[in-house]
């Protein structure tokens, strides 16, 4: 079955400490993988991709084929990084998402 | 340009009713995608456009739903009959090809 995995509901963490959102997938083929944030009252947009390999706003994900893992990490929250984030792949040349359900991340003061 | 244009924001109904949620997609993107979010499911791919014609209806829970793109600038969602659990939050998205999607702010269903 194609999944994709997102196990936290709620992340909480304290401004500058390091943060890991978990996602693991399962999907017969080769997938690409996505980050999609949603912060408050704002439009879902595409946070990174694993095909570019970029680092954005200080987080970055490394796609793990062999875990079938795609976190997303941060060395140091910040309180503006608190927001719903969304893992979600489609296959490659296809244009099916799958997304998984979210994990709202809450940086503490 | 304005992003993606979703219309209404908020949609309450009675349960029989017909809804019908509007979209329109970023200009010169060939593709449209309609989401349905809640908070058990996340976020799921309903229906996609490709040039107007659709492509893949398989997420499209049931007769109930419906989707039409009849031209590059408009795309509705319908449901006839509406039911108490489609409340959901209904997004659009669009794309110019393989990728980053583009959503829109969504509508916010509710059906008593």
């Known amino acids: 079955a194609q999944r994709v995995t997102q196990p936290e509901k709620l992340l909480s963490v304290f401004k500058g400490a390091p943060v890991e959102l978990k996602c693991n997938y399962s999907?017969?083929?080769?997938?690409?993988l996505f980050w999609y944030v949603q912060y408050s009252r704002q439009r879902l947009q595409l946070l990174l991709r694993?095909?570019s390999r970029e680092s954005i706003k200080g987080f970055t994900a490394d796609l793990n084929k062999g875990e079938t893992s795609f976190h997303l990490k941060k060395p140091f929250a910040q309180e503006e990084d608190s927001a719903m984030y969304y893992c979600?792949?489609?296959?490659?040349?296809?244009?099916?998402?799958?997304f998984g359900t979210g994990t709202r991340l809450k940086v503490l003061a | 340009d304005a992003g993606v244009i979703q219309s209404p924001r908020h949609e309450v109904t009675e349960m029989g009713q017909e809804v019908t949620l509007r979209c329109k997609p970023i200009?010169?993107?060939?593709?449209l995608f309609w989401y349905r979010q809640t908070m058990m499911r996340g976020l799921e791919l309903l229906i996609y456009?490709?040039?107007?014609?659709?492509?893949?209806d398989s997420g499209m829970p049931e007769d109930r739903f419906s989707a039409k793109m009849p031209n590059a600038s408009f795309s509705t969602l319908k449901i006839q009959p509406s039911e108490p659990r489609d409340s959901a939050v209904y997004f659009c998205?669009?794309?110019?090809?393989?990728?980053?999607?583009?959503f829109g702010p969504g509508t916010r269903l509710t059906v008593l």
């Open positions: 200009s010169g993107h060939d593709y």
């Open positions: 999907y017969s083929g080769s997938p690409e």
């Open positions: 998205a669009s794309s110019p090809g393989l990728g980053t999607q583009y």
């Open positions: 979600a792949l489609s296959g490659l040349g296809t244009y099916k998402y799958i």
């Open positions: 456009f490709n040039n107007n014609v659709p492509i893949d």
């Open positions: 694993h095909i």
